[in-house]
């Protein structure tokens, strides 16, 4: 089945050490998202490709960064993880259809010690 | 920010009994949706309603869109225990690719 899938389903690392999240899609969809989502809070939206161009949020420290080397997978980078970036991070993906739905991965749920 | 507010961001009722939560936003969309997420997991879509509907329909679900009032309400009738969930309205831009997620409903229903 075409879906959305988020690897590793749980990450520990941590505080400073580098960190990639890994996110890939069967359904062939232009647009790739990634959301912050803390305990108790609504996903917060940290960046999204359309095709290859790269749309940060301007509220998006810089520590995270995202790479999309083709149209199946997304990365994100988190560079120096602090304790505060402790948080689920959902992957979603849309098709080029400006009405479309979102489709998300289960996410991964990151530990910082 | 467009963000949508849900209320109430609580909600616990009984198996049978209806549901209803609602949304608003603040800037005009071209799309709002409604997602359902289960503890640790990732958000399902439930319902997509155009800024040129009024009300739609699907199952259970009743979605309604204000636009007048930048408002939308989500009726689950007939609730079950496996509707216990926390539920998001989400507002698509003009663009559509910049969907901005309200804080959320926590539902619980109790059997």
């Known amino acids: 089945d075409a879906m959305v899938i988020q690897n590793p389903r749980y990450q520990v690392t941590q505080f400073g050490k580098p960190v990639t999240l890994s996110c890939s899609q069967t359904l062939n969809h232009n647009v790739m998202y990634w959301y912050q989502q803390k305990s108790s809070q609504a996903p917060k939206l940290l960046f999204h490709?359309?095709?290859?161009?790269?749309?940060n949020e301007a509220d998006t420290p810089d520590n995270f960064q995202s790479r999309r080397p083709n149209t199946s997978f997304c990365f994100l980078d988190i560079r120096s993880p602090g304790l505060g970036d402790a948080a689920m991070y959902l992957c979603?993906?849309?098709?080029?259809?400006?009405?479309?739905?979102?489709?998300f991965g289960s996410g991964t749920q990151l530990s910082v010690l | 920010s467009q963000q949508g507010e849900e209320d109430p961001q609580a909600l616990s009722i009984q198996e049978g009994e209806n549901a209803t939560m609602n949304c608003s936003y603040k800037t005009s969309i071209n799309n709002l949706q409604w997602y359902r997420q289960n503890s640790g997991r990732g958000l399902v879509h439930l319902i997509l309603?155009?800024?040129?509907?009024r009300e739609k329909h699907s199952g259970r679900l009743r979605v309604t869109l204000d636009t007048s009032k930048k408002s939308s309400s989500l009726l689950i009738t007939a609730s079950r225990a496996a509707d216990t969930a926390s539920y998001f309205c989400?507002?698509?831009?003009?663009?559509?690719?910049?969907?901005?997620f309200g804080p959320g409903t926590r539902l619980s229903v109790l059997p």
């Open positions: 309603i155009r800024s040129n509907e």
């Open positions: 979603a993906t849309s098709g080029r259809d400006r009405a479309e739905k979102l489709f």
């Open positions: 490709y359309y095709d290859k161009d790269f749309n």
């Open positions: 989400a507002t698509g831009d003009n663009y559509g690719q910049n969907f901005v």
